[in-house]
């Protein structure tokens, strides 16, 4: 993971902007250049992924252009090959070094050419202007703001904006800025035509695109590890690994030190597969320690994303100082393509999707987030197959009706497009879906509440949450995450949508805790 920061106009203080750049420095510890372009100034702080050598450092130039992009090209080469047929010739090793020749040749076109997860920040020299990009999910961060003079900014994360801007919002994913507007090039909610294949097509081309989704991220110049909670999602990314790795995959669990549930069944998949495995054990203090820190890194006050981000945080800064890997792969995604325990109660296949869209649209402020942040603070870039743009755009299309559970099971494409192919053994293939915040064990997200509780009496709660108007908070935890938050982002709320919780319009789901474990269909999950 890499950290970018473009300052598109006259920079009144150059210390300060490096300054404000520097508190994002662990994206990317490798090495760090501000350079100053046209106007502004472009900064990179890089994480050597593809192309170690020095000559991957960005910025890139080009006869007078710059570029700095957070992100990984997936196919680059055959790209590479074209423009190197046009005249263009490369220095390093780096994907993103084909950027400024591949705007050279198609413009703004190029966005919806790339198949990648990025966020870049380009400066064309010619016309004299500063041009953004983000990844059409909001894979890679970024966010904006404007100076008091009018002049936007962009930057990897909040925390590079604070004290430069007074606002600072997320940039939408599939977009790009231009000429002071935001222009969709890529929505993938938008289903061009509905897919109404038979079953056995709609499953087989599931595992074909997400089988494809997996390799393509297993190319690196860097060491590459997995996450492996034991459930249904990060378990498939990693056999489909370990199948196409000619040594055994290194991957990793976490869970509490008194009543884990995850670990037996991350375990269970490890030596199916034949995994390097490691546990990490987190205790209660542990978990209260670092809540602050967590809230911090994230830039929310969400619940879900805070109670799931403790145990991915420890995990991966285990990662860090036990290991030299550089990437992981993670399960992200697959909850918003074919449904969580609440899309259960979801009235109408058009309900289903329309949810399914809103949450994809939504996903860049939480889950993605989640693992963005989590790993990234620790040195290292995630990459997320479920969130493939060509997989995504499939599923996406697939007649609602057959991703409803009608059969008994959450996720029966995905299940049922692997079973047979012994990839998972079936007790982990046909597991039910468990919450990772409480997979790592239930006390966690206990101790989190009883810790909330103790801080404030019902009337100090009431008074203190009377003070947000926006995603006020409904309980003790979210007031007392919204109070850590707004010590470390004060009055960015907004960045924000609010909080990640079950369709409250829907009949079952009008609860009070964003846990799966308080719906009637939980049953035993978990377990």
Same mark, same amino acid.
């Given at each position: ?244 790795? %000619? $040594? +055994? ?11 884990? @549930? =995850?670990?037996?069944?991350? !375990?269970? &998949? ?112 995630? %990459? $997320? +197959? ?11 299309? @697939? =007649?609602?009706?057959?991703? !409803?559970? &009608? ?121």
């Amino acid at each position: 993971m890499c950290s970018i920061i473009g300052y598109c106009g006259p920079v009144p203080c150059r210390a300060a902007v490096q300054d404000c750049f520097q508190r994002t420095r662990s994206r990317g510890p490798d090495d760090t250049r501000i350079l100053s372009v046209g106007p502004g100034l472009l900064g990179f702080h890089r994480l050597a992924i593809m192309g170690l050598s020095p000559e991957g450092m960005q910025p890139f130039g080009l006869d007078g252009s710059w570029v700095v992009c957070n992100g990984e090209i997936y196919g680059f080469q055959p790209l590479r090959e074209e423009l190197e047929r046009k005249g263009y010739s490369f220095r390093s090793g780096s994907d993103c070094e084909l950027l400024l020749p591949l705007y050279r040749e198609y413009g703004v076109d190029m966005f919806s050419m790339l198949d990648a997860e990025f966020a870049c920040i380009l400066y064309d020299g010619d016309r004299e202007e500063f041009i953004a990009a983000r990844d059409p999910i909001g894979i890679r961060p970024l966010y904006y703001g404007y100076d008091s003079r009018g002049i936007i900014l962009f930057a990897s994360e909040p925390k590079s904006l604070l004290g430069l801007t007074d606002r600072i919002l997320p940039f939408p994913p599939g977009h790009y800025y231009k000429g002071g507007r935001f222009i969709r090039y890529r929505d993938m909610t938008q289903v061009k035509q509905v897919c109404h294949d038979d079953l056995e097509t709609v499953c087989r081309n599931i595992r074909e695109k997400l089988i494809a989704g997996v390799e393509k991220r297993l190319i690196s110049d860097a060491p590459v590890g997995f996450l492996l909670s034991g459930g249904l999602d990060s378990s498939l990314v990693c056999a489909i690994a370990a199948r196409r790795s %000619r $040594v +055994p995959i290194e991957t990793f669990a976490i869970g509490m030190a008194g009543d884990a @549930i =995850d670990l037996k069944y991350a !375990r269970e &998949t490890a030596d199916f597969i034949g995994s390097r495995h490691t546990q990490v054990i987190m205790t209660k203090e542990e978990v209260l320690s670092s809540l602050e820190e967590v809230i911090h890194l994230l830039g929310t006050y969400d619940i879900t994303t805070i109670r799931a981000s403790v145990g991915m945080y420890l995990c991966c800064k285990a990662i860090h100082e036990r290991t030299g890997l550089r990437v992981l792969l993670t399960g992200e995604i697959s909850d918003e393509l074919f449904g969580y325990k609440y899309t259960d109660f979801a009235p109408s296949a058009q309900a289903f999707q329309d949810e399914a869209a809103k949450r994809l649209r939504e996903l860049h402020m939480y889950d993605v987030l989640r693992a963005d942040r989590c790993i990234s603070v620790n040195s290292l870039e995630a %990459r $997320v +197959p479920f969130g493939d743009l060509d997989f995504v755009e499939y599923v996406m299309s @697939i =007649d609602p009706e057959k991703k !409803r559970n &009608t059969y008994g099971k959450g996720k029966y494409l995905l299940r049922h497009a692997f079973e047979g192919q012994g990839y998972l053994p079936d007790s982990i293939l046909w597991r039910e879906k468990a919450a990772f915040s409480d997979a790592v064990g239930h006390s966690m997200v206990d101790y989190l509440k009883q810790y909330a509780e103790e801080r404030y009496t019902d009337a100090e709660y009431e008074a203190l949450r009377q003070k947000y108007t926006h995603a006020q908070p409904f309980t003790k935890e979210s007031l007392l995450y919204r109070e850590i938050f707004e010590a470390y982002y004060p009055g960015q709320g907004q960045m924000v949508a609010g909080f990640w919780m079950p369709n409250k319009a829907w009949p079952g789901c009008d609860v009070a805790d964003p846990s799966a474990r308080v719906l009637s269909n939980y049953g035993a999950s978990g377990l």
